[in-house]
C-alpha cells in the first residue's frame, strides 16, 4: 500500500514570497490533516478536511495560510506572504476516519 | 490545550527500561503515542481508549487512566531502535482531532 506523498521535500523562499505544498494521501482515507512542526515541538495541526469539507480550521492563520481539498483526494496548502516564523517542516497526514494517523515524510520550508 | 510530557529527556542504556507520561487538563475521549526519528514522520504506535484500557505490543505498553486524564507509555528492555522521539496526542472531543504533546526525547546508548 503506497503511503502518504509530500512534495516538494525541501523549499527555501524568501520573506514575503508565496509557496504551496502538495499532499496525496493513501487511497481511500477520507480525513486529511496538515500539521506543522517547528523544530524541537509537537506537531500543530492546521487544518483538517473530512472528504472536501473543512472539519477544523481553529489554528490555521488565515491571513496568509490557505488550503483546500478538491474532490476529496489531494490537497495543497498555501502559504502568502511567508514570514520567517513560518520556517518549519509542515507535514500532511491522512486517516480512514477512526483511529490511526499515517504522515507523509514532510516538506522542509526555510524562509530567509 | 496541549498536553504535558515528562520527563522531556531520558538517556538509557540497552536493556533498561522506561516510562514516560503524558497529562492533560481536559477530559479525554482517547490517546495516541507515536514516535519520531530525526528527520522522519512520525510513526503510530498505539491508541487507547477511554475505559482505563492497557494495551502493549512486542516490549511497548501504554496505559490510559480516563480519571485522572493521564496515560503512560512503557518502554522494557530497551533496543537502540527505540531512539527517538515519543509524542503523545490527545483526543478530546470528536472527530478525530488530535492535540499533540511537547514531546518526550529518548535516546538510548549501548
Known amino acids: 500500500e503506497a503511503g502518504v506523498a509530500q512534495s516538494p521535500r525541501y523549499k527555501i523562499i524568501e520573506k514575503r514570497q508565496s509557496v504551496a505544498f502538495w499532499c496525496n494521501p493513501i487511497s481511500g482515507h477520507a480525513t486529511l490533516y496538515w500539521y506543522q512542526q517547528i523544530l524541537g515541538q509537537g506537531p500543530k495541526l492546521l487544518i483538517q478536511f473530512q472528504n472536501n469539507g473543512v472539519v477544523d480550521d481553529s489554528q490555521l492563520p488565515k491571513d496568509r495560510f490557505s488550503a483546500e481539498r478538491l474532490k476529496g483526494v489531494d490537497s495543497t496548502l498555501k502559504i502568502q506572504p511567508a514570514k520567517l516564523e513560518d520556517s518549519a517542516v509542515y507535514l500532511c497526514?491522512?486517516?480512514?476516519?477512526?483511529?490511526?494517523?499515517?504522515f507523509g515524510p514532510g516538506t522542509r520550508l526555510t524562509v530567509l | 490545550q496541549q498536553p504535558v510530557q515528562s520527563p522531556q529527556a531520558v538517556i538509557l542504556r540497552e536493556g533498561e527500561d522506561a516510562v514516560i507520561n503524558c497529562s492533560s487538563s481536559?477530559?479525554?475521549?482517547?490517546v495516541h503515542w507515536y514516535r519520531q526519528k530525526h528527520g522522519e514522520a512520525p510513526v503510530f504506535l498505539m491508541i487507547l481508549l477511554k475505559g482505563g484500557e492497557q494495551k502493549g505490543h512486542d516490549k511497548i505498553s501504554a496505559s490510559f487512566n480516563e480519571k485522572k486524564q493521564q496515560s503512560s507509555l512503557y518502554l522494557t528492555a530497551s533496543q537502540l531502535s527505540y531512539s527517538g522521539t515519543y509524542f503523545c496526542g490527545t483526543e478530546t472531543g470528536g472527530y478525530q482531532k488530535v492535540t499533540f504533546g511537547t514531546g518526550t526525547k529518548l535516546q538510548v546508548i549501548p
Open positions: 481536559k477530559a479525554l475521549y482517547s
Open positions: 497526514a491522512s486517516s480512514l476516519g477512526t483511529d490511526t494517523q499515517y
